[in-house]
């Protein structure tokens, strides 16, 4: 059966062969996932059990080897159970590099974020007295602060 | 080379081969997937550019940290580390089923498509709990001076700062945009899981009636383990924005 190529079109020209160690690829991969999902829930409980202390940058460089490692588990789901790395090279450009508007996208809005709140916090300089960072009291339940 | 003239009604999906070596059905589903990731995508920046435009956000470990027939026991990550695991193991079941599909075992695809639809309403059952647990439990808010018991809504955020009051800490109101964005994300997420365990209830059903046995090939299998694999590929990132980080 693994010599029988099954060629589901006609614009199909040949099938990739058939792995006989597939079974064993994907219970690798699905170690990998738990494994990094573990790693993952151990750094998340480590933040809110206060593990790394107080210092914000402390926390927002753990926050970011959480953010690689689930970069890393989509890498092992698109390119193994999607079989993405089985294709060829041109369907593979054609699906990562639009993917790429992301670098952008996150950058430019996070960053945009960010100096929103700065603007919040200053007021955009037109604040004339300096107002004391209190806990806002909500005027109505409901209505945004 | 000269120029050549082209016949007219070219089919170039249909004369000879792909240039991607897939068929058209298989390309479409990716670059459908790939829409939907700029879709899910554009909905989590627009969550991190309103979380990082606050000065305080809500704390995923506080609000997220309770567990069916547990009580009021702090267990942060608990519940939706379960979830998660759910989603790998369906999917593991998937790619079973493609492999199977490859073999032309039809009791195989069978047999790991029923493991996955039942990963699938094992989810939704666990999403559905915890948005009842969101939406029906009470915590008490300060609001106007006065204490009042709030549930987590698209409009009520009863975890905000804390202040002392009558020599006790009680939450403030939160940024209401905390509920929008939670039940939204998730919201749309629970969607495409739901219409994946359709799709993989047709899909088993044409199993059963040897459909794909008939056809020689079983690439339905394949397009619809595309879409459940993307569903749980967001669900990575899901979990990451809204209760790892």
Redesign the interface.
């Given at each position: 059966?693994s010599e029988?190529l099954?060629?589901?079109?006609p614009?199909?020209?040949?099938a990739a062969p058939?792995k006989d160690n597939?079974?064993k690829r994907?219970m690798n991969v699905?170690i990998v996932?738990?494994v990094i999902?573990l790693i993952?829930?151990c750094?998340?409980?480590g933040?809110?059990k206060h593990w790394f202390g107080h210092n914000s940058s402390t926390i927002l460089f753990i926050?970011g080897v959480?953010?690689i490692l689930?970069l890393a588990?989509?890498y092992y789901?698109?390119s193994?159970?999607?079989?993405?790395g089985d294709?060829?090279r041109?369907?593979i450009m054609?699906?990562v590099v639009?993917?790429c508007?992301?670098i952008w996208?996150?950058t430019a809005?996070?960053w945009?974020?960010?100096s929103?709140?700065n603007l919040?916090?200053t007021n955009a300089g037109s604040r004339k007295a300096p107002i004391e960072?209190t806990?806002?009291?909500?005027?109505?339940?409901?209505t945004?602060? | 080379m000269s120029t050549t003239a082209i016949p007219t009604n070219t089919k170039w999906?249909?004369g000879?081969?792909?240039?991607?070596?897939?068929?058209?059905g298989k390309?479409m589903m990716?670059y459908f997937l790939?829409s939907d990731?700029?879709t899910f995508?554009?909905f989590l920046?627009?969550y991190?550019?309103?979380?990082?435009?606050?000065?305080h956000w809500v704390d995923p470990?506080h609000v997220f940290n309770s567990f069916p027939f547990a009580g009021h026991a702090d267990l942060?990550?608990a519940f939706v580390?379960i979830m998660?695991?759910i989603l790998?193991?369906s999917?593991?079941t998937?790619?079973?089923a493609?492999?199977k599909g490859?073999?032309?075992d039809q009791k195989g695809v069978e047999k790991y498509m029923l493991w996955t639809i039942v990963g699938g309403a094992a989810f939704l059952g666990c999403q559905a709990w915890e948005w009842t647990h969101l939406l029906t439990g009470e915590h008490a808010v300060?609001?106007?001076?006065q204490i009042?018991h709030?549930n987590t809504t698209v409009?009520?955020n009863p975890f905000?700062?804390?202040?002392m009051f009558n020599g006790q800490e009680v939450a403030?109101?939160g940024?209401?945009a905390f509920g929008s964005y939670f039940f939204e994300i998730t919201g749309f997420h629970g969607f495409h899981v739901l219409s994946g365990v359709v799709i993989n209830i047709i899909m088993y059903i044409k199993t059963k009636m040897g459909h794909f046995q008939q056809r020689?090939?079983?690439?339905m299998i394949?397009k619809a383990?595309?879409y459940w694999?993307?569903v749980?590929?967001v669900w990575?990132?899901v979990?990451?924005c809204f209760?790892?980080?």
């Open positions: 059966m029988h099954v060629l589901s079109s614009e199909i020209t040949y058939h597939a079974v994907f699905t996932l738990s999902t993952e829930l750094f998340g409980f933040l809110a926050k959480i953010c689930s588990k989509a789901i698109v193994i159970f999607m079989h993405l294709e060829i041109n369907m054609t699906i639009p993917l508007l992301f996208f996150i809005f996070l945009d974020g960010n929103w709140k919040r916090n960072q806990a806002p009291a909500a005027k109505e339940s409901g945004k602060e | 999906w249909n000879g081969r792909s240039p991607f070596n897939a068929s058209y390309v990716w790939m990731a700029f995508g554009a920046i627009s991190g550019t309103l979380r990082f435009s606050q000065n470990n942060p990550l580390s998660t695991f790998i193991i999917s593991v998937m790619v079973m493609v492999h490859h073999q032309m300060l609001v106007n001076g009042e709030w409009s009520h905000g700062p804390e202040v403030t109101p940024p209401i020689g090939h079983y690439e394949e383990g595309l694999h993307f749980d590929l990575v990132f979990f990451l209760y790892l980080i």
